[in-house]
């Protein structure tokens, strides 16, 4: 038997390679930085160059190696084109996480069917879609790889009823599942898949509904009695990317402040 690692070692990410969709800001660069920070060559993208830009000098400020490609993980095209690059830049991906997502607020029974289109096409068919492209093209090769889907604790139930976010819900829900579903079909490949299921974060994506229901009250709900902060997912993100994490496949983490134990999530 091999001499055990220590600690440090098991979460060293020196060598790896990243590719991080939704990465320009919010929980994507924060995943991204903690990536990096543990020595991990990363790559980000979004539709935003201007926002890409911003985004990889912070890494570069932090002292990552860090570049971006700016794409639309709900346009197939745009997925294979980002497949394509991320290979020729990186020669290979160790680590996918897939972040890019979207939202839609209206009662179900008025919610525009265009808008659950494109919440069903970025949150479900995009992470199928580069999981399988990325998959068969650098990861089963390779017989490695980690994936991390980012899931929500909306999909692992209902909401308030203020909250009529009824795709994303959906859209979430299928995230647990393809994740346990990849991660049984992959796992003899070599291949680690695992969701983080966050609760309330500041972010462009939860701003409106912050500012509508109050930060204060929303934390008053979680056990923790707080949101989610710039470090709260580093921690999580780490572990399932690094070899500290090579016995766990086929999980769905919350992140929450205790949120999903009070609704049996």
Known sequence: MSTPR???QLFDLTGRTALITGGSRGLGLQMAHALGEAGAKVLVSSRKAADLD?????????????????????K??????????ALAQLGHVDILI?????SWGAPAQEHPLEAWDKVMNLNVRGYFLLSQAIGKRSMIPRKSGRIINVASIAGLGGNPPFMQTIAYNTSKGAVVNFTRALACEWGHLGIRVNAIAPGFFPSKMTAGLLSMAGEDNIAKGAPLMRIGDDEDLKGVTLLFASDAGKHITGQILPVDGGVSALIGG
């Open 54 to 74: 911003e985004a990889v000098a912070s890494l570069k400020a932090a002292g990552i190696d860090a570049s971006f490609i700016a794409a639309d993980a709900g």
């Open 6 to 8: 220590k600690v440090q």
């Open 98 to 102: 897939n972040n890019a997502g979207a």
């Open 76 to 85: 197939p095209d745009d997925i294979n084109r980002l497949a394509d690059e």
